[in-house]
């Protein structure tokens, strides 16, 4: 009879070694995700920068012409900039971690990573399904408006 032990998970510990082409695939992958991330916080500032423009600036020159609702326009791009924030910090910290598990051969560091990669997708895709069902309700609004009018 074989016993194995078991992780945190209740998996069965299993050892998994990495082929040099693997590393290497890893570590270009660690270089990719670093530029997706950084280009992801960049794009997030300028995301919050445009929201607080449209909510003062804009806000005020549309409400003179009776349209005050630019306010609430910038006020969902900066929504959206802060949820969008932690998929990009999980992306990041992938990319740090694995490149510090391929310097110092870590597998503790690999895990790390690989849960911030799984973390990073997992927000990415609910997020996904919420926008699709939002979209799908907003379509029928519009539908059930367009059969009242």
Known sequence: MEMTSQNEQGLPNTQLGLTSESVIYLQKIANWTTFFSVAGFIFIGLMIIAGLVMTTFL????????KPYMAYLGLIYVAISLIYIMPVIYLYRFSTLAKRAIRNFDSDEIMNALRNLKSHFKFVGIFTIVIFVLYFLIGIGFVIAKLIM
């Open 59 to 66: 806000s005020t020159v549309f409400a003179v012409a009776g």
